[in-house]
T-cell receptor, first 111, second 111 residues
Framework: KQEVTQIPAALSVPEGENLVLNCSFT??????LQWFRQDPGKGLTSLLL?????REQTSGRLNASLDKSSGRSTLYIAASQPGDSATYLC??????????FGSGTRLQVQP | DAGVTQSPTHLIKTRGQQVTLRCSPK?????VSWYQQALGQGPQFIFQ???????QRGNFPDRFSGHQFPNYSSELNVNALLLGDSALYLC??????????FGQGTRLTVV
């Protein structure tokens, strides 16, 4: 059974810092990995999708990497801003389009 | 493109009642998945519909059922509501092995 873990559970940083969020998964036979952002009480916004054959994806100040063999992914956020405050979730797809999620990292960026 | 739309936004039901939640997928998407998200947790997969059939199911009791219509929209039905069914219910749509897009969710409160 696939299990996804995200560390840390919560993170508070001053504005302008670069930060890394971690995601690990137990079964390396994944099809893709997706990072989402969730604002309180809201739905999920897709940030980056990494296919299993890819090593990383970039979008603006966000960069996500994937190491399938070690079961790890990281989300790097450059020059953090207060508007980045949210919960960040990673999810893996084992090829059946049913996503398995971690519990998320709650990020607070202090102005 | 309106993206994934869910209705209603909020709902309050009494224990033992039945509820129906609705989802319209992103234009062109043929697969709809439903997730339950308890407070402070990551979403949990309930089931997935493709070509009007339930294709896979997570670890949820038979009280949870669904339907997909020819236009790919979907309903989630929950019978005999329990207090523990209170959660944010999320609908996601996708096409083939592609990025999943989520709606804003329906907040269900069972009293």
């Amino acid at each position: 059974k696939q299990e996804v873990t995200q560390i840390p559970a919560a993170l508070s940083v001053p504005e302008g810092e670069n930060l890394v969020l971690n995601c690990s998964f137990t079964d390396s036979a994944i099809y893709n990995l997706q990072w989402f952002r969730q604002d309180p009480g809201k739905g999920l916004t897709s940030l980056l999708l990494i296919q299993s054959s890819q090593r990383e994806q970039t979008s603006g100040r966000l960069n996500a990497s994937l190491d399938k063999s070690s079961g790890r992914s990281t989300l790097y956020i450059a020059a953090s801003q207060p508007g980045d405050s949210a919960t960040y979730l990673c999810a893996v797809d084992t090829g059946r389009r049913a996503l398995t999620f971690g519990s998320g990292t709650r990020l607070q960026v202090q102005p | 493109d309106a993206g994934v739309t869910q209705s209603p936004t909020h709902l309050i039901k009494t224990r033992g009642q039945q509820v129906t939640l609705r989802c319209s997928p992103k234009s062109g998407h043929d697969t709809v998945s439903w997730y339950q998200q308890a407070l402070g947790q990551g979403p949990q997969f309930i089931f997935q519909y493709y070509e009007e059939e339930e294709r896979q199911r997570g670890n949820f009791p038979d009280r949870f059922s669904g339907h997909q219509f020819p236009n790919y929209s979907s309903e989630l039905n929950v019978n005999a509501l329990l207090l523990g069914d209170s959660a944010l219910y999320l609908c996601a749509s996708s096409l083939a092995i592609s990025e999943a897009f989520f709606g804003q969710g329906t907040r269900l409160t069972v009293v």
